[in-house]
């Protein structure tokens, strides 16, 4: 299932999306790197199990270019997702495998080489 263009997300950009998992709707929170490459975590803080964002598809950041939960301000790494200050420093982010082919980022992992 295709999340998004990759054209709308700019590097370093977050972008919220809805997609099925486990066959229930989720918000997931798309990130691109520098080096083009996207990351996904369900939008759910470690937390207290709240979105992150503060309207939907809205994100703060951090001075630093951490991802801030809007709820009670704890800051992620986009690297890897480890919540690095605030109240579940050293939890994570649950991160959902996704990948980019034809312009789109996907759902799923890429499939294997042939
Ligand atoms: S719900 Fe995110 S910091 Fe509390």
């Not at 370093?12 to 997609?19: C, F, K, Q, R, S």
């Not at 579940?88 to 312009?103: N, P, T």
Request: charged residues 20%; neutral net charge.
């Amino acid at each position: 299932m295709a999340l998004a263009a990759l054209e709308a997300l700019p590097r370093d950009g977050l972008l919220a999306v809805e997609a099925p998992l486990d066959g229930a709707p989720e918000s997931l929170i798309l990130h691109r790197a520098a080096d083009g490459g996207v990351r996904a975590w369900l939008n759910v803080c470690p937390h207290a199990g709240r979105r992150l964002d503060y309207a939907p598809g809205m994100f703060l950041r951090s001075k630093a270019g951490e991802l801030v939960c809007a709820v009670h301000g704890a800051s992620f790494a986009l690297d890897d997702g480890r919540c690095v200050a605030g109240p579940c420093r050293g939890e994570s982010l649950r991160a959902v495998a996704v990948h980019c082919a034809d312009g789109r980022v996907w759902l799923g992992a890429a499939p294997a080489a042939q």
